[in-house]
T-cell receptor, first 115, second 112 residues
């Protein structure tokens, strides 16, 4: 069964360092998302991406964050200068149709720990 | 934006009993209401969803009911089993329909 894959599963970084989280969405999906989940809390929307551009972003997704689909298969989230409060589980998701109309398929997440 | 409230935050039930989780939402234009299950160390996975043109949907031991007038929808799990222990999230897209906003989650523990 096709699945969304994410790497790394866990990354530890120092505050101020740049981090890139990688995702390979399901191959025929057209919409891509990043969500984050701080330990024990709700799943929060960060950004959606369609047709090679951001379609929506939340207030969390500030200038420190960027997304890219560099090669038609990978979908990356970059945090330019990490802060302690960026520590969370980051989930990539993809869908065939628009995100509010059908199933989102989530990866297993990348745990980011900022020291 | 859309606001989704979910209750209770934790729910402990005896194996074989039923579990009910309720969500309320703010945007009356929402027309899609999924429920996701998150097992430990994994991403959320869709278990059931309902669209606004029906009031109830069932899939074996799980069911979702929708009350559009009151703007709430509920997940019902009957004959609970230990493997039902997980965190459950409701979600809804709001008017724009281009992303899901999740509720705060319900940690369900099924005691054998």
């Amino acid at each position: 069964e096709p699945e969304v894959t994410q790497t790394p599963s866990h990354q530890v970084t120092q505050m101020g360092q740049e981090v890139i989280l990688r995702c390979v969405p399901i191959s025929n999906h057209l919409y891509f998302y990043w969500y984050r989940q701080i330990l024990g809390q709700k799943v929060e929307f960060l950004v959606s991406f369609y047709n090679n551009e951001i379609s929506e972003k939340s207030e969390i997704f500030d200038d420190q964050f960027s997304v890219e689909r560099p090669d038609g298969s990978n979908f990356t989230l970059k945090i330019r200068s990490t802060k302690l409060e960026d520590s969370a589980m980051y989930f990539c998701a993809s869908s065939f149709g628009q995100g509010g109309t059908g199933e989102l398929f989530f990866g297993e997440g990348s745990r980011l720990t900022v020291l | 934006g859309e606001n989704v409230e979910q209750h209770p935050s934790t729910l402990s039930v005896q194996e074989g009993d039923s579990a009910v989780i309720k969500c309320t939402y703010s945007d009356s234009a929402s027309n899609y209401f999924p429920w996701y299950k998150q097992e430990l160390g994994k991403g959320p996975q869709l278990i059931i969803d309902i669209r606004s043109n029906v009031g109830e949907k069932k899939d074996q031991r799980i069911a979702v009911t929708l009350n559009k007038t009151a703007k709430h929808f509920s997940l019902h799990i009957t004959e609970t089993q230990p493997e039902d222990s997980a965190v459950y999230f409701c979600a809804t897209p709001g008017a724009a329909g281009n992303k899901l906003t999740f509720g705060g989650g319900t940690r369900v523990l099924v005691k054998p």
